[in-house]
Every structure is written in structure tokens, then in C-alpha cells.
């Protein structure tokens, strides 16, 4: 699997941004997508997921601000974020797993909300 991802910015406050991730490759039995985050000096931390089904997850801190979505057609994953605040700001990696393998990693790509 084979991800890429793009978007990433830089935004004041407030502002909103689309990231994206596309996949390529064997995406046979993929279950999950979705983006995960990292900021300087912190552990990588779960933003938001959505399984194959639909069903999406949140980070509390993003609930309500972020929407994530899927284009099956496209093999893309997509993240609104909405409201965004300097805590949002870090290296934000896409990633997919399988049933049985996984997690598979895209590049990261750098978001800052910053005045």
C-alpha cells in the first residue's frame, strides 16, 4: 500500500484546511484509514479514522472541528478541519491497515496555524 498525502499549510487561526490521501497499490482487505498527528516534542496521537463500514473516530480535541471522509472511487481520504487553533499545528501522516497488516504510513505533511 502506498499512500500520499497533501494539503498541509500554513493557516492563521480560525482558518480551515483540507488534507488528502490518496492510495495506490494492493488495497485488498484495507479496514481503516486515517490520519494521525505529531507535534513537536510529543508522541504521535490518533486524529481521526474511518473503517471501511463508514464509521468514523475522533480525537476528543478535534471533535465537532475536523470531518473525515472517503472518495472509494478516488482511493482517497480526506480531512476537513475547521476552527483550527495553534494546538492543531504538527506533522499530520496518513496511514491504512488491514485485517492483517499494518499500519501502512504515507509521508507526513506539515500543517501550522499560526498568526
Known amino acids: 500500500v502506498q499512500l500520499q498525502a497533501s494539503g498541509g499549510g500554513l493557516v492563521q487561526p480560525g482558518g480551515s484546511l483540507r488534507l488528502s490521501c490518496s492510495a495506490s497499490?494492493?488495497?485488498?482487505?484495507?479496514?481503516?484509514m486515517g490520519w494521525y498527528r505529531q507535534a513537536p516534542g510529543k508522541q504521535r496521537e490518533l486524529v481521526a479514522a474511518i473503517t471501511s463500514g463508514g464509521n468514523t473516530n475522533y480525537a476528543d480535541s478535534v471533535k465537532s472541528r475536523f470531518t473525515i471522509s472517503r472518495d472509494n472511487g478516488k482511493k482517497t481520504v480526506y480531512l476537513q478541519m475547521s476552527s483550527l487553533k495553534p494546538e492543531d499545528t504538527g506533522v499530520y501522516y496518513c496511514?491504512?491497515?488491514?485485517?492483517?497488516?499494518?499500519?501502512?504510513w504515507g509521508q507526513g505533511t506539515q500543517v501550522t496555524v499560526s498568526s
Open positions: 497499490g494492493n488495497l485488498f482487505e484495507v479496514n481503516a
Open positions: 496511514y491504512a491497515r488491514k485485517i492483517l497488516a499494518g499500519p501502512f
